[in-house]
C-alpha cells in the first residue's frame, strides 16, 4: 500500500496523468493564456516556471504551459531558453510533437528542431 501512495505521489508532482484539472490549475492556465494573449510574454515565462500548480497539472495542460513558455521566450527574442523550455517539454513527454502549423512557425520552429534533435 506504500508503494502505491508514492507512486501516485510521484505521478501527480510530475504534472502527468489524465486527471482533471483542479480549479487553481484552471485559474493558473486561464492566466497564462490571458497574458500570452496580451503579449505579456516575460509574465507567462514566469509564472510557468514558478507555478506549482502547473507544473502539477495533468498532461495535455501542462503541455500547453510549457509550450506557451518557449513561445514567450522565443518571442522575446531569447533563444536559449525558448530551446532549453522545448526541451523540458520533450523530456517530460518524449511522445510530444508540435503541430505542423506551429513547427512551421519563423521564430520557434527550428528552435524545437533544434531541441528535438538534442540541442546544438
Request: with cysteine; hydrophobic share 35%.
Amino acid at each position: 500500500m506504500t508503494t502505491s501512495l508514492l507512486l501516485a505521489a510521484c505521478a501527480h508532482q510530475t504534472g502527468g496523468g489524465s486527471e482533471n484539472a483542479t480549479p487553481a490549475q484552471e485559474q493558473a492556465m486561464e492566466q497564462v493564456r490571458s497574458d500570452y494573449e496580451a503579449g505579456r510574454y516575460a509574465d507567462v515565462a514566469r509564472q510557468v516556471g514558478l507555478s506549482v500548480d502547473l507544473q502539477t497539472s495533468p498532461r495535455e495542460m501542462h503541455i500547453e504551459a510549457l509550450k506557451l513558455q518557449a513561445f514567450s521566450y522565443c518571442l522575446l527574442q531569447e533563444k536559449s531558453r525558448c530551446e532549453r523550455s522545448f526541451s523540458r517539454l520533450l523530456a517530460r513527454y518524449p511522445d510530444y510533437e508540435l503541430p505542423p502549423a506551429e513547427r512551421s512557425h519563423p521564430m520557434w520552429g527550428p528552435v524545437y528542431e533544434q531541441a528535438k534533435a538534442g540541442g546544438r
